[in-house]
Structure formats: structure tokens, C-alpha cells
């Protein structure tokens, strides 16, 4: 059952990203990001690259930008 779950959601993934570089562009990159990102990212054959701490670093960044303003 988990790896229909696995199988899924990368395959899921990969339309998702095939439909959204149809509308926006091919050269949109797609990035995986989150903890548990790499359980499927293995998987996912539209993914230009993974960072799973993307959101943090973002975060971290909006926080000392508005700290030093």
C-alpha cells in the first residue's frame, strides 16, 4: 500500500509539473522542497532539483530582511 502511495504522488507530481510547463513554459525549473520530500523525489522524473529546506531558508531570509530594515 505505501508504495502505491509513493508510486502516486510521483507520478502525480510529474503530470503536475508536464501541465504547468505546458502553460507557463519548458524552461520552468521545478523544485521539490519539504522534509519528507525525498521519499518521492527518487521517484518524480520532472524534478530539477530537491532543497528540502527551501521554505526555511525563505522564511529565515524574509525575518533578517525585515529585521534589519
Known amino acids: 500500500m505505501l508504495s502505491g502511495v509513493i508510486y502516486g504522488f510521483s507520478s502525480l507530481t510529474d503530470e503536475l509539473i508536464t501541465r504547468i510547463r505546458k502553460a507557463v513554459g519548458k524552461d520552468t525549473r521545478a523544485v ?4 519528507n520530500v525525498n521519499l518521492i523525489s527518487k521517484y518524480c522524473r520532472r524534478l530539477n532539483e ?20
Open 50 to 69: 530537491v532543497d528540502t529546506n527551501l521554505t526555511l531558508k525563505g522564511l529565515s531570509m524574509l525575518y533578517f530582511n525585515k529585521k534589519n530594515t
Open 32 to 35: 521539490a522542497t519539504g522534509g
